[in-house]
Antibody
Framework: QVQLQESGPGLVKPSGTLSLTCAVSGGSISSSNWWSWVRQPPGKGLEWIGEIYHSGSTNYNPSLKSRVTISVDKSKNQFSLKLSSVTAADTAVYYCARVIIDTVTHGWFDPWGQGTLVTVSS | QSVLTQPPSASGTPGQRVTISCSGSSSNIGSNTVNWYQQLPGTAPKLLIYSNNQRPSGVPDRFSGSKSGTSASLAISGLQSEDEADYYC????????????FGGGTKLTVL
């Protein structure tokens, strides 16, 4: 079955750029699914960041759109997140997830990666 | 503040039935299906209910979902101690160019 694994620096300096990668195994990133990033600040709820299709089409959370870039690397079967101009408010566990879509709905997130904590601090 | 509204907490005793509500608007729940996720302590969220009322394989039939208008509900019957977790609803929102929205989460305590 499909498994997702996030990787990247656990500490980012304020005003810097957060960069994470999600490796997809057990399936192809070129399948008919979207691939998404979701984050969860410590002790708080889930916030959707954005998603990408293997064609490169993207959708972003309007509240983060100006700072977010999501890209896909089909040769490595992975997709990536870049979040610029970070502050302490961007400290969170970052999850990647597959978005299974069907002909009727916008889909659902399944599975999720285990998540990686990124702390923004000097 | 989350776009979808959930009660911050819920509780029940073993064997009881509990429900968790999720309130939205015409641009999200009113127009699209609702999914529910279970997050056990210290773990990643897991899909619990999709397309309003569908259970993925492996999810016990004690869990059920429903939707009416701009609201949705998750029901858990025969409550068990291992159901103690955070539960989140989610839906696609058609406003702007479209984006996913989550509820703020409900912490379920099994007394």
């Amino acid at each position: 079955q499909v498994q997702l694994q996030e990787s990247g620096p656990g500490l980012v300096k304020p005003s810097g750029t957060l960069s994470l990668t999600c490796a997809v195994s057990g399936g192809s990133i070129s399948s008919s699914n979207w691939w998404s990033w979701v984050r969860q600040p410590p002790g708080k709820g889930l916030e959707w960041i954005g998603e990408i299709y293997h064609s490169g089409s993207t959708n972003y959370n309007p509240s983060l759109k100006s700072r977010v870039t999501i890209s896909v690397d089909k040769s490595k079967n992975q997709f990536s997140l870049k979040l610029s101009s970070v502050t302490a408010a961007d400290t969170a566990v970052y999850y990647c997830a597959r978005v299974i879509i069907d002909t009727v709905t916008h889909g659902w997130f399944d599975p999720w990666g285990q998540g990686t904590l990124v702390t923004v601090s000097s | 503040q989350s776009v979808l509204t959930q009660p911050p907490s819920a509780s029940g005793t073993p064997g009881q039935r509990v429900t968790i509500s999720c309130s939205g608007s015409s641009s999200n729940i009113g127009s699209n299906t609702v999914n529910w996720y279970q997050q056990l302590p210290g773990t990643a969220p897991k899909l619990l209910i999709y397309s309003n009322n569908q259970r993925p394989s492996g999810v016990p039939d004690r869990f059920s979902g429903s939707k009416s208008g701009t609201s949705a509900s998750l029901a858990i019957s025969g409550l068990q101690s291992e159901d103690e977790a955070d539960y989140y609803c989610a839906a696609w929102d058609d406003s702007l160019n479209g984006f996913w929205v989550f509820g703020g989460g409900t912490k379920l305590t099994v007394l």
